[in-house]
Nanobody, 119 residues
């Protein structure tokens, strides 16, 4: 079993920054990738960024150059540094991962943290 707990959301003005954290507990040895999605009420959940076990990163075009995903293995924590925030970044941000410990991908999600960007 894997547990993901996000934190770091809040209210920020456009142009500001926030850093989201996702603490991972449970079986953490076969998690790949680690990443973030976001969702606006009434819309589909949208991929934001992920970090592969080999260090590769991938971002949705709308956040490239503004968001950075990173990982601290010693703290079992994944971060999403969000700079130059825009009102359209307002959403609930969810941490996710796939657990491969049983040989197949089992997805896990956190409960989300709300980011609100005011204009």
């Amino acid at each position: 079993q894997v547990q993901l707990v996000e934190s770091g959301g809040g209210l920020v003005q456009a142009g500001g920054s926030l850093r989201l954290s996702c603490v991972v507990s449970g079986i953490t040895s076969r998690l790949d990738p680690m990443g973030w999605y976001r969702q606006v009420p009434g819309k589909q959940r949208e991929f934001v960024a992920h970090l592969g076990s080999a260090g590769s990163t991938h971002y949705v075009d709308s956040v490239k150059g503004r968001f950075t995903i990173s990982r601290d293995n010693a703290k079992n924590t994944v971060y999403l540094q969000m700079d130059s925030l825009k009102p359209e970044d307002t959403a609930v941000y969810y941490c996710y991962t796939n657990d491969w410990s049983r040989g197949v991908a089992t997805p896990y999600w956190g409960k989300g943290t709300l980011v609100t960007v005011s204009s």
